[in-house]
């Protein structure tokens, strides 16, 4: 069983309990604007380019058979025309050409893991797979998953709680959550039509499937919530989030802070950042939109 790997992060502190190893699958039917991981959005390698290492020393033009790099574009290459041969890649003085992602087998990801498996029992961590959404790669998450359960690490899985928005998504969610000891599940805005314009997905199926998780495993469920200026963090917004997380009889939820950290890897992949100019959340707004969900009997917010 292989499947198509980003990144593997170690000493990662923010996708769950203790020290994590977070493996990053690509592949996402999302196309959240804010997306700080946009090299995981599209399910197979890519080329990627470092604008500030390039030299323009022109080789990667002269070399490639295609005709798709050229020096007058920002970008480098034309994804289009790419096949990712590799031939710019392995002649570029600086490799400032790259590829994002490749193939590996559940025995190198296992064995990539496992490097870090003393700081696991020290510090209560584990490994988390993400992505992208990892639940698009589902066989493949399976039966990593089936072998980090039998190393005994403590297994995360983060998820937008949607993979084609068909039913079988819901399956499939519960039978990864059955198997992991904790589910992160992303909220990006409870509003329908809003979600459809900022995440280009109808967000139906991905309440529906949140409720259903956790009234079945609530012990196991944390959901997370980006505050974003402009996009979900009115009074409306907020109003719609508290009446959905008041529907869920125990429920716990962080409140993140949007955040500009991927902003330079949409040049990489040669696209743009759409809310460049999007502010970052006022701390007393964050602070104010917490407290009234922390108000809710039901809930209990975690800091992040």
Same mark, same amino acid.
Not at 32 to 49: A, D, R, T
Not at 128 to 144: D, H, K
Not at 282 to 290: A, R
């Given at each position: 069983?292989? +499947?198509?790997?980003?990144?593997?992060?170690?000493?990662?502190? *923010?996708?769950? /309990?203790? %020290?994590?190893?977070?493996?990053?699958?690509?592949?996402?039917?999302?196309?959240? &604007?804010?997306? *700080?991981? /946009?090299?995981? @959005?599209?399910?197979?390698?890519?080329?990627?380019?470092?604008? !500030?290492?390039?030299?323009?020393?022109?080789?990667?033009?002269?070399?490639?058979?295609?005709?798709?790099?050229?020096? @007058?574009?920002? *970008?480098?290459?034309?994804?289009?025309?790419?096949?990712?041969? +590799?031939?710019? %890649?392995?002649?570029?003085?600086?490799?400032?050409?790259?590829?994002? +992602?490749?193939?590996?087998?559940? !025995?190198?990801?296992? $064995?990539?893991?496992?490097?870090?498996?003393?700081?696991?029992?020290?510090?209560?961590?584990?490994?988390?797979?993400?992505?992208? !959404?990892?639940?698009? @790669?589902?066989?493949?998450?399976?039966? &990593?998953?089936?072998?980090?359960?039998?190393?005994?690490?403590?297994?995360?899985?983060?998820?937008?709680?949607?993979?084609? +928005?068909?039913?079988?998504?819901?399956?499939?969610?519960?039978?990864?959550?059955?198997?992991?000891?904790?589910? =992160?599940?992303?909220?990006?805005?409870?509003?329908?039509?809003?979600? =459809?314009?900022?995440?280009?997905?109808?967000?139906?199926? %991905?309440?529906?499937?949140?409720?259903? =998780?956790?009234?079945?495993?609530?012990?196991?469920?944390?959901?997370?919530?980006?505050?974003?200026?402009?996009?979900?963090?009115? @009074?409306?917004? %907020?109003?719609?989030?508290?009446?959905?997380?008041?529907?869920? /009889?125990?429920?716990?939820?962080?409140?993140?802070?949007?955040?500009?950290?991927?902003?330079?890897?949409? $040049?990489?992949?040669?696209?743009?950042? $759409?809310?460049?100019?999007?502010?970052? /959340? !006022?701390?007393?707004? =964050?602070?104010?939109?917490?407290?009234?969900?922390?108000?809710?009997?039901?809930?209990? &917010?975690?800091?992040?």
């Amino acid at each position: 069983m292989k +499947g198509i790997v980003f990144d593997i992060q170690h000493f990662s502190i *923010h996708d769950g /309990p203790g %020290i994590r190893t977070t493996v990053f699958l690509k592949g996402c039917p999302l196309r959240c &604007l804010w997306c *700080h991981n /946009p090299e995981s @959005q599209k399910p197979e390698p890519e080329i990627g380019f470092w604008p !500030e290492q390039c030299l323009e020393c022109g080789t990667c033009e002269k070399v490639c058979p295609y005709h798709a790099c050229n020096l @007058q574009n920002p *970008h480098r290459v034309n994804r289009q025309k790419c096949t990712l041969c +590799g031939k710019c %890649i392995e002649l570029c003085p600086v490799s400032a050409l790259f590829i994002i +992602g490749k193939e590996m087998s559940v !025995e190198e990801v296992i $064995a990539e893991v496992s490097k870090d498996e003393a700081f696991y029992s020290q510090s209560g961590g584990g490994v988390t797979i993400s992505g992208g !959404e990892p639940l698009y @790669q589902f066989e493949f998450v399976r039966s &990593l998953t089936l072998r980090l359960k039998k190393l005994g690490y403590h297994i995360a899985i983060d998820t937008s709680g949607y993979i084609r +928005g068909t039913p079988e998504d819901l399956q499939r969610l519960l039978e990864i959550a059955d198997m992991v000891d904790l589910v =992160l599940y992303d909220l990006k805005v409870i509003d329908a039509q809003k979600h =459809l314009k900022y995440t280009g997905v109808n967000n139906k199926s %991905i309440l529906q499937n949140a409720l259903q =998780l956790a009234s079945r495993y609530p012990s196991k469920c944390l959901f997370r919530y980006p505050l974003i200026p402009g996009i979900n963090d009115s @009074q409306e917004d %907020i109003a719609m989030l508290t009446e959905f997380l008041a529907s869920i /009889p125990k429920c716990k939820i962080e409140v993140l802070a949007y955040h500009r950290l991927g902003i330079n890897k949409y $040049a990489r992949i040669g696209k743009v950042y $759409a809310l460049e100019k999007l502010p970052l /959340p !006022e701390q007393k707004h =964050l602070e104010s939109v917490k407290l009234q969900i922390s108000k809710l009997s039901n809930v209990q &917010l975690l800091e992040s």
